[in-house]
């Protein structure tokens, strides 16, 4: 079998349901390079509002969103400071170095989530010998780690010690609406903290392309210049736009259900062959894994699945699986995946 039965390789693999693409249809267009597409204007808005900042830029991509944040802040030869795990660094083909002649520091941090100790000890003072460290980039929630939250004390403490240094704070929020539904905390108090932050509607959201990021109107002017410079710049963008007005309007609260079936999957294998889930780990829509014990790598591991039952998973490591519920995806969908996983598991274990 090599059809794909249940596809948990990633939030992204969401697809518009029948009402946001009507919602699409309907959208009222404009020029959005002249500002005129009243449908982008009104997300724009939207999401200034939702993470309490003065101005929102649509942008095609939560990596263009990145980007340009990061070339705003950034001169050539500034350090940009993340976890080791983080997107810009393992996901977006270099992107600061070309863009923003930038330097990525990675740090080692727990879950991705990193301390202002671990701040302080990697800024140096600026000298003749080191460019300044020029921002601090967080993710919310860590992506390649597992969808964890960063505690808001702890995001708090490293943020005010990025300003003491007076580097910049960058949020890439790809998916803080999860963190959000998850812990009640709102957006716009985790992103009261940065200067910039942004939120992608392809993820968890359903929408099928856009992102928004929001800052000072200082700085979404430079980075509208970005945008133009990029190309990313469009017309009538309100229909795509659109889309994103009805994940916001429609799909946030709903994230609890992937939350739930993350965490029911990772109940139903916990105790599978070989397998060993963390479920203090299961913290929002992403269940990790490790079938070290099983002796396949999480590559062969999930070759069989996707082989043999039609499940297909992603391997950010090299034992540990990553499995991901998203909308369209039942509860029942969820048994059938834990129900092959634990199969699979059985059959290597009784092979032995
Ligand atoms: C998906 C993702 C991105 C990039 O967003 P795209 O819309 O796929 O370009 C950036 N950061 C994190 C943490 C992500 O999960």
Same mark, same amino acid.
């Given at each position: 079998m090599t059809s794909v039965r249940i596809d948990l390789y990633s939030d992204t693999v969401t697809k518009p349901?029948?009402?946001?693409?009507?919602?699409?249809?309907?959208?009222?267009?404009?020029?959005?390079?002249?500002?005129?597409? /009243?449908?982008?204007?009104? $997300?724009?808005?939207?999401? *200034?509002?939702? !993470?309490?900042? @003065? %101005?929102?830029?649509?942008?095609?991509?939560?990596?263009?969103?990145?980007?340009?944040?990061?070339?705003?802040?950034?001169? /050539?030869?500034?350090?940009? $400071?993340?976890?080791?795990? *983080?997107?810009? !660094?393992?996901? @977006? %083909?270099?992107?600061?170095?070309?863009?923003?002649?930038?330097?990525?520091?990675?740090?080692?941090?727990?879950?991705?989530?990193?301390?202002?100790?671990?701040?302080?000890?990697?800024?140096?003072?600026?000298?003749?010998?080191?460019?300044?460290i020029q921002v601090v980039s967080i993710e919310q929630t860590t992506n390649r780690p597992g969808g964890c939250i960063w505690p808001i004390e702890q995001m708090k403490s490293v943020c005010l010690k990025v300003r003491e240094y007076g580097a910049y704070c960058h949020m890439d929020g790809a998916r803080l609406m999860n963190a959000t539904v998850a812990t009640g905390i709102a957006a716009s108090e985790y992103a009261a903290f940065f200067d910039s932050v942004w939120i992608d509607f392809s993820k968890g959201l359903g929408a099928p392309i856009g992102a928004a990021l929001a800052g000072s109107k200082a700085f979404i002017h430079e980075a509208w210049q970005w945008k133009q410079r990029l190309g990313g710049a469009m017309r009538q963008a309100g229909i795509i736009a659109a889309a994103g007005i009805y994940a916001l309007e429609h799909n946030v609260d709903r994230l609890a259900e992937d939350h739930r079936n993350a965490k029911l999957l990772a109940s139903r294998i916990t105790s599978a062959p070989g397998i060993t889930v963390d479920p203090l780990v299961v913290e929002t829509n992403m269940c990790r894994f490790s079938v070290k014990g099983t002796g396949l790598s999480s590559k062969e591991f999930a070759n069989r699945l996707l082989h043999e039952h039609g499940v297909r998973v992603s391997t950010p490591e090299r034992t540990i699986i990553r499995a991901i519920p998203y909308l369209g995806l039942s509860e029942a969908d969820v048994e059938v995946a834990a129900d092959a996983i634990c199969g699979l598991a059985n059959k290597i274990a009784e092979s032995k």
């Open positions: 349901t029948k009402e946001m693409r009507e919602f699409m249809c309907a959208a009222e267009v404009g020029d959005e390079q002249r500002g005129e597409d /009243p449908t982008v204007n009104k $997300l724009q808005e939207m999401v *200034a509002e939702l !993470l309490g900042k @003065e %101005a929102a830029l649509f942008l095609p991509s939560g990596t263009m969103c990145n980007q340009i944040a990061l070339a705003v802040h950034c001169r /050539p030869g500034n350090f940009i $400071l993340l976890d080791r795990s *983080a997107h810009p !660094l393992i996901s @977006e %083909a270099g992107g600061s170095a070309v863009l923003a002649g930038a330097v990525l520091y990675p740090i080692d941090g727990k879950n991705g989530q990193f301390t202002a100790e671990q701040v302080d000890e990697a800024i140096q003072p600026e000298s003749r010998y080191q460019s300044p």
